[in-house]
């Protein structure tokens, strides 16, 4: 791929847009506005998910990590319609429908939309989730709340300060210039040229963000790519493994209640216990009340109604376990031939982050993306069923290895039952790993993520998809998420080879994943049932 914006050679020519789709100009609007209904309802149904409905302020923290992760999804839903944007400029002949400037007026909006998001993006990153985390650090009855803030503000100040460095650094720093390679120079040169000094400070901001955010990829999505299908077909821990818990404590419960006896039995006899009898009582007290509260929550559990919904669904989680597989394959052969084909064919290698002028090796995925992208809003759909995947991985992956630090739980994520620290980190972790993944996608569909299904004519008369190859006069408009990731694998070569590299480690992680995944029996970890602290 290249970062990510090229065009697939294999693909087919394009067929006509349906005149709806070519013709209106508000349909992928009124879209958007459904997809905006469908992220807030989801980030509110994923905050609520994992928050433990007795944790203090739970309304507060509630709104806030919902705002960040409804931000985080919104901006990825837009990505379709800045694809259409592009893509209806021009007929399935390459001429143009709209003016120059009618489509710089268009582009505009789109990047001003994308921008506005980006700000948000970075206000709740370096800002709000963090002074949060810190106000519930500073929790005590016995401290009033103005006191907490001024505590929580000594805090958040440092993350302040280091994202107005990092916003000042963006605008004064220039990178490196185009390369000098006579095939690269003018095209990535003109690319440079048009960007402002606010672009480039906001720019650089985020960059820092997704260069994080790449380590969350690596380390929860593609872990959740691979296990989250296998552990869906494989039986359910969420039923089977309630009642393996329930004879581990059962058994557990009954030898407590043995060991009490015959201390009890020695007592009654007559028979003096010894110092060290008398703690082991004290000790088998305690346990034994541990383990009948965990009994009578495993009880409630195994006759609850989620219990008994999710026996009835077992069919679809099968069925849908498969899908999933199926599309991370899918995903993970695409992104495998895109990273073949950036190491072989980039012209420029390391100079330019590996990027393409022009893709030579077929992706299934861009190819599908670029087919139902002239027939709008399949594009759209599959689209925000891909990015829900994404989502839905990187969840699952969250609740099955928490939040680590180093492989140090810092964290635990467990359905209701998360503190607020522990869902401001695994929000955080969200937020990370989809601004990565914004990234990941201009790799994962270099053709549709760059110039959507535009076609321009060459010298010779010939029809050609669109590319970074294509000459200036031939009136291509890349995308505004290509034209952000390619200015920075420009300006910055070694952040565009370090998504390049680690978009590697993504492929590897998900193998190594999918094996332990097939090998090693899934069991009900101590921490779901333990009354063990959430926040480590």
Known sequence: QSTWGLRSPFAPSPAPRSRLAMDSQILPWVLFTVAIVAVFLLSILFVRFLHHKLEDEYLFVTFVCGAAVFLILLLLAVIPVDIYSVSSTRDSHGSARLSPSAIAARMNGVRDFYYVIFGSVLFFAFIALPFVFFFQEERDPDTPDCTRVFETCKFSVVLVVVLVILLVVGGVVTGSSAPTDPTVHDTFAALLATETKGEASLGFAVMCLAVLGALALVSYTATGFAAM????????????????????????????????????????????????????????????????????????????????????????????????????????????????????????????????????????????????????????????????????ATTGALLKIHVRLACCIVARVRRRRTSSQGLVLAVYVMLLALVGFMGLFCTLAPTYASYGSQVYVDATGATKPCSLEAPPAAGCTMTELATFFTRLAIKFPAVGTYFFAMTFVFVAVYLVALLVSFLVTERVSNSESSDSDDFV
């Not at 030898?255 to 008398?278: L, N, V």
């Not at 002239?374 to 995947?389: E, G, I, K, N, W």
């Open 229 to 392: 299908p296998i552990s869906m077909v494989k039986p359910s821990t969420m039923v089977t493994g309630l009642d393996r818990e329930d004879e581990r404590v059962t058994q557990a419960l009954l030898s407590t209640k043995d060991r009490q006896w015959e201390i009890d039995a020695k007592a009654k006899g007559g028979r003096r216990i010894t110092k060290k009898e008398a703690e082991a009582r004290k000790t088998l007290a305690r346990s034994r009340r541990q383990l009948e509260r965990r009994q009578a929550r495993v009880q409630r559990e195994k006759t609850s109604c989620w219990r008994r919904t999710l026996v009835c669904l077992r069919p679809f989680e099968v069925i849908f376990g498969v899908v999933f597989a199926i599309l991370s394959l899918f995903l993970i052969i695409a992104l495998t031939l895109s990273l073949v084909d950036r190491a072989r064919n980039s012209t420029c290698g390391y100079d330019c982050g590996f990027l393409l002028l022009r893709p030579s090796v077929p992706n299934p995925y861009d190819m599908l993306m670029v087919t139902l992208s002239r027939l709008f809003p399949l594009d759209y759909v599959f689209m925000l069923a891909t990015t829900l995947f994404v989502f839905a």
